[in-house]
């Protein structure tokens, strides 16, 4: 079973900035936090994942809680682009590789 | 450069046959994961090989699922038997193991419609 929730959906306005929640308490000391999206008949696309510090790329910012029960990801100036559906993952155990395992997500819509 | 690539894109079969779907992965990557994504059940993971050998088939959801991988590279994911419920679409992903990465590269995947 996955370890996160989060919302079902979320409307963004095109060009603002999408803040997508995620709530995982029962993460362990040495889980990292992924986040992929899904853009609709693609495969997933890795996003960002982080640990305890929060995290920026060229695509996203990864704000972690300090008790680590929950994460949001930002995406700065939303685009159509990026309608998708995003997943929040917590992956078993602390090593790099092993398996994902995929909640609901949060469809998010961008709209102009 | 060339990502995850997976053939066929689109496989109609009937009820019983088997089929094979391959997954071809990023060049040098040594782990490759196998997941389905169907209607009712989200994303599912199926099998992870590192190199040749798999130590998590976990996924599997039944005996007429295999999946086998050679020269650490190309997989195929073999199912038999097919059943309605096997209709979904299989996603294949690699990793590079060295360093310090974390990102899974997942392919297009395969339509899989059972008749």
């Known amino acids: 079973d996955a370890k996160t929730t989060q919302p079902p959906s979320m409307d963004c306005a095109e060009g603002r900035a999408a803040n997508l929640p995620c709530n995982h308490s029962t993460i362990s000391g040495n889980e990292y936090v992924y986040w992929y999206r899904q853009i609709h008949s693609q495969g997933p696309q890795y996003i960002i994942h982080g640990l305890k510090n929060n995290e920026t790329n060229e695509m996203a910012s990864l704000i972690i809680t300090e008790d680590r029960k929950s994460s949001t990801l930002i995406l700065p100036h939303a685009t159509l682009r990026d309608t998708a559906v995003y997943y929040c993952i917590v992956r078993p155990g602390s090593s790099n590789t092993g398996k994902l395992i995929f909640g609901q997500g949060t469809t998010l819509q961008v709209k102009p | 450069g060339a990502g995850v690539s997976q053939s066929p894109s689109n496989k109609v079969t009937e009820k019983g046959k088997d089929v094979e779907l391959r997954c071809d992965p990023i060049?040098?990557?040594?782990?490759l994961y196998w997941y389905r994504q169907s209607l009712g059940q989200g994303l599912e993971f199926l099998i992870y090989f590192q190199g040749n050998s798999a130590p998590d088939k976990s996924g599997l959801p039944s005996d007429r699922f295999s999946a086998e991988r050679t020269g650490g590279s190309v997989s195929t994911l073999t199912i038999q038997r097919t059943q309605q419920e096997d209709s979904a679409v299989y996603l294949c992903a690699s990793q590079l193991t060295s360093g310090d990465t974390y990102e899974q590269y997942f392919g297009p995947g395969t339509r899989l419609t059972v008749t």
């Open positions: 060049s040098g990557h040594t782990a």
